[in-house]
């Protein structure tokens, strides 16, 4: 559904000396958002649209829920708030309440009211510290009620800044003028905002689209169209960045990331700068993720990187790790937990960080988001990823992992911790020849190439982010180009994959089983069965697997594999090939012995060419101003 703009700064006014940091909505951006992330019903029944809810008779709503609460914990560990209050507009009968949480979930309430035409209610933030949140709660008996305005406000700081949108957009057209319409359609929202830029990186330019002309007039001046090259996610994200500070390095404001492909609620930008001008010191402040095909998941509360196993996106300790918000008995995550860093799908960057600890790696994409984080955390700027700040991003899991990007996730992982972790040369080696055994058993030998290639232009050097990335993209698609198990098939290529390659002796043997064996068998062992299964030529089966069974133990059972691909759209055809085979684990173990030998020598390269890298220079030469 469009998003409903008959709210407007008049009727979410903030009192006199109050800032206005998030507001109470009940329907989402789209249709396909579960309503009860807002508001729930808990008995009874109401009809509601985005900015305005009736509740019938003998009803209870919750506003208990992911949109609904107030992060109390992180308003009072971060910013100057001392006390919030919820102000509501209402007409009809009934009973509000204000109710709270605190570290261990457990719940009581704060103060209550009967209905009236307006209300404030107010709660000190000052026993929060390791978790907690407030949120209101509606209960009608005889008469119906109807809410028409529901906000929060903290004190306003002696100065407010405004932020500047910067969107990096390749070839997503409809995706990025559907974002940019929800920026449009809410002019609190856009209060808030100083600029809009839109990086363009890609061939089809959205200037080119008629709806591109419609989104101008609610955008106005604030929009910033520039087309630039195609330097990636880091390149188009980091010219926000170059165009808020300008020459002269200019301080002040605020720089709010946000992907082009997201489905956007714009309440995001209110809560993010809210809070980001009310912290007592510069904090890049994140939204989280939803994910986009399960809208009523969050992906993660907080992330930290292992830069030893080169794996991002973890969960912190204690956080909400793929939880189903709509869950009965579902803890919505009342433990304050810390961010390391914040993905770049939304995150704001206060100016005085960047002109501290500088630009982004030229990365093209991958790590970028995470290597700025952690730099910002050295330099003593927290990262904050605030509950109740989200938009609904693609499901990860629904992306598979031999993909061209693996090259720079591997690469640009290697160079984030040669920056900010260890990169023992032991351990690495371990890590990164693990990885090759495994992608060769399941035959991925595309795979294997690009981490084995990602893992040399680490060891040559800075040099091979000279040109932002662009030749590292061509390389590394013409590399695994070269192939077969490397392209994705339609399913119904299936049935011809059978007959061409079903052995003599085939006997229809079940296919996708786990393999069998015996009580107390280790890894191990079973990794060198399975090697020697390979080497001797001993023969295997063929066999369809899902995508959620493709591990190296199983699909290494197989002569020929053909396995869906995560993104469920077909499926890749991996055929046993011992010569490339032995090929690909030669050249990953002489890549293995020069990481173990020159570990120590790329690293101290790479610190001494960081501070180039990210200077405003080098992006000014990349963006050929």
């Not at 808030?192 to 061939?203: F, H, K, P």
């Not at 490397?486 to 059978?498: G, Q």
């Amino acid at each position: 559904m469009a998003a409903d703009t008959s709210t407007t700064p008049e009727q979410t006014r903030a009192i006199t000396g109050q800032l206005l940091v998030q507001r109470g909505l009940f329907r989402g951006p789209a249709e396909t958002v579960p309503d009860e992330l807002y508001l729930r019903v808990e008995q009874g029944a109401a009809n509601r649209t985005r900015n305005k809810i009736g509740i019938d008779t003998h009803s209870h709503l919750t506003g208990n829920t992911y949109f609904g609460r107030f992060p109390a914990s992180y308003w009072q560990r971060w910013t100057s708030a001392t006390e919030v209050s919820v102000n509501v507009t209402m007409t009809g009968g009934g009973r509000v309440e204000l109710w709270r949480s605190d570290a261990n979930g457990e719940r009581s309430m704060v103060a209550a009211t009967a209905a009236r035409s307006e209300i404030t209610l107010s709660s000190p933030l000052q026993t929060f510290v390791d978790g907690g949140a407030l949120w209101l709660e509606f209960r009608t008996t005889n008469e119906p009620l109807t809410v028409t305005d529901l906000y929060w406000t903290v004190a306003a700081p002696e100065r407010q800044r405004l932020a500047s949108v910067v969107i990096c957009t390749y070839n997503r057209v409809d995706d990025c003028l559907t974002t940019l319409t929800a920026l449009g359609s809410d002019p609190v929202a856009l209060q808030r905002l100083e600029n809009v830029y839109v990086a363009d990186q890609g061939d089809d330019k959205i200037d080119t689209r008629e709806r591109f002309a419609e989104i101008t007039e609610p955008l106005g001046d604030k929009l910033r169209y520039i087309q630039q090259p195609n330097l990636g996610g880091a390149g188009g994200f980091t010219r926000g960045m170059y165009e808020t500070l300008g020459e002269e390095g200019r301080t002040g404001s605020d720089v709010l990331i946000m992907d082009d492909d997201v489905l956007l609620d714009p309440e995001i930008i209110i809560r993010l700068t809210a809070f980001a001008n009310c912290t007592t010191s510069p904090t890049l402040v994140g939204g989280q993720m939803l994910r986009l095909l399960h809208p009523s998941y969050l992906f993660a509360s907080a992330e930290w990187a292992d830069m030893d196993e080169f794996v991002p996106g973890k969960v912190k300790e204690g956080g909400l790790d793929d939880a189903n918000l709509l869950a009965r008995g579902q803890d919505l995550g009342d433990r304050r937990i810390d961010a390391d860093y914040n993905a770049w799908w939304s995150c704001l960057i206060p100016s005085e960080v960047i002109a501290e600890i500088g630009y982004a790696m030229p990365f093209f994409f991958q790590w970028d988001d995470i290597e700025y984080g952690y730099r910002a955390k050295k330099a003593g700027f927290p990262t904050v990823t605030l509950p109740g700040a989200g938009v609904w991003h693609a499901d990860f899991d629904w992306n598979d992992l031999d993909d061209w990007k693996r090259y720079f996730s591997i690469r640009n992982a290697m160079v984030c911790s040669a920056l900010h972790g260890r990169l023992d040369p032991m351990r690495t080696c371990r890590v990164l020849l693990a990885q090759i055994v495994r992608n060769l058993m399941t035959m991925q030998y595309g795979l294997t190439a690009t981490i084995i290639k990602a893992a040399e232009d680490f060891l040559a050097g800075p040099d091979v982010l000279y040109d932002g990335g662009a030749s590292a993209a061509a390389e590394i698609r013409a590399l695994r180009s070269e192939y077969p198990d490397t392209v994705k098939h339609p399913v119904t290529d299936i049935p011809r994959v059978i007959d061409q390659h079903r052995p003599r002796g085939y006997e229809g043997r079940q296919l996708g089983q786990p393999p069998k064996t015996k009580r107390g068998i280790t890894e191990r062992l079973l990794l060198i069965r399975r090697l020697t299964d390979m080497i001797t030529g001993r023969k295997g089966i063929v066999g369809t697997i899902a995508a959620d069974e493709s591990f190296w133990w199983h699909i290494s059972q197989f002569e020929t594999a053909v396995v869906t691909d995560a993104s469920q759209t077909g499926v890749r055809i991996r055929t046993r090939d011992r010569a490339q085979f032995a090929a690909l684990l030669r050249s990953g173990i002489r890549t293995v012995r020069r990481l173990h030998r020159e570990i120590p020598r790329a690293k101290q390269e790479w610190r001494d060419a960081f501070p180039q890298l990210t200077s405003r220079e080098n992006w000014q030469r990349l963006y050929n101003r």
